[in-house]
């Protein structure tokens, strides 16, 4: 159970209500994520126009969930991993082998990927005081100074989600079941 209260469209404050109705349109269905930021309209607004401005970004989708879903993993929210593990998988259409190697830290199979793993883990590690070594190796993947940037972009909405979903200990919403993850274990 949420330790903090579950908004539907009724029962939200005013102002976040067409944020949760762009939501549900989104999804088919209102994450516990979504319903829980409802509580604080400011945060549930960064948080659906950060990831709307993140998805302009230079990084293709798969790029964009393997940062998701890496920094997701390494904040243990496994809320998270499932909902990104979902996008990856119908949306950006990952190998599920792949998808899996992502939620568990492993080596990627894909170099791009692989490289922007790394490099968000990287991120993450220094708070963005990456070494010269990790930003070349970064470079040398194919990707410019705009894409590292872009990559800091997404730890920066994935933190938002993660330490709030983590604060509200949502669980995992019913559509996500199958993609469940749990902080070091295996995904399922």
Known sequence: MSRVPLH????????SRPYLERALAANGFLPNLVAS??????????YLTVAEINGRSGLTLAERETVQI???GIHGCGF?????????LKKAQLAPQLVEAIRAQEPLS???????????????????AVHDD???SFRDAGFSDANALEVVLGVSLATLCNFA??????????????YRWEAGAQAA
């Open 165 to 178: 979903n983590n604060l509200a200990q949502n669980e995992l919403n019913p559509q996500l079941a199958a």
């Open 70 to 72: 890496t920094a997701a």
């Open 37 to 46: 930021l409802a509580n604080a309209p400011t945060a549930l607004e960064t």
């Open 134 to 136: 990790a930003l070349a």
């Open 8 to 15: 539907t469209l009724e029962s939200a404050p005013e102002a």
């Open 110 to 128: 894909d170099a791009r990927l692989d490289a922007v793993a790394v490099f968000t883990r990287a991120v993450i590690a220094t708070r963005g």
């Open 80 to 88: 998270c991993v499932a909902g990104h593990t979902a996008i990856a």
